[in-house]
């Protein structure tokens, strides 16, 4: 069973930029991978997929801010936030799978928090 690991959460101002990294204790080459996120009080979301051949696709909240991207060398997925906005705030986890995005067991998430 692949387990994640995501990373590069923080604390930021409206306008600002963020990186999140997703580690995967395995190979993810063949799978379609996801980001993901949670807000207080609401489920949790789609914010962006990007295939195995490396095709994005993005929740209209976050078109043209988001860029995802992925390493399969080294088994990681990338989330490239630009112009963060306060709405932006949540915990984001990632995911994935061959035959379904969601395969594997959620991680602990990396806060963000975006303060205006």
């Known amino acids: 069973q692949v387990q994640l690991e995501e990373s590069g959460g923080g604390l930021v101002q409206a306008g600002g930029s963020l990186r999140l990294s997703c580690a995967a204790s395995?190979?993810?080459?063949?799978?379609?991978m996801g980001w993901y996120r949670q807000a207080p009080g609401k489920q949790r979301e789609l914010v962006a997929l990007?295939?195995?051949?490396?095709?994005?696709n993005y929740a209209n909240s976050v078109k043209g801010r988001f860029t995802i991207s992925r390493d399969n060398a080294k088994n990681t997925v990338y989330l490239q936030m630009n112009s963060l906005k306060p709405e932006d705030t949540a915990v984001y986890y990632c995911n994935g799978g061959h035959f379904s995005p969601i395969s594997y067991a959620w991680g602990q998430g990396t806060q963000v928090t975006v303060s205006s």
């Open positions: 990007i295939t195995s051949g490396g095709s994005p």
């Open positions: 395995g190979s993810i080459s063949n799978n379609v």
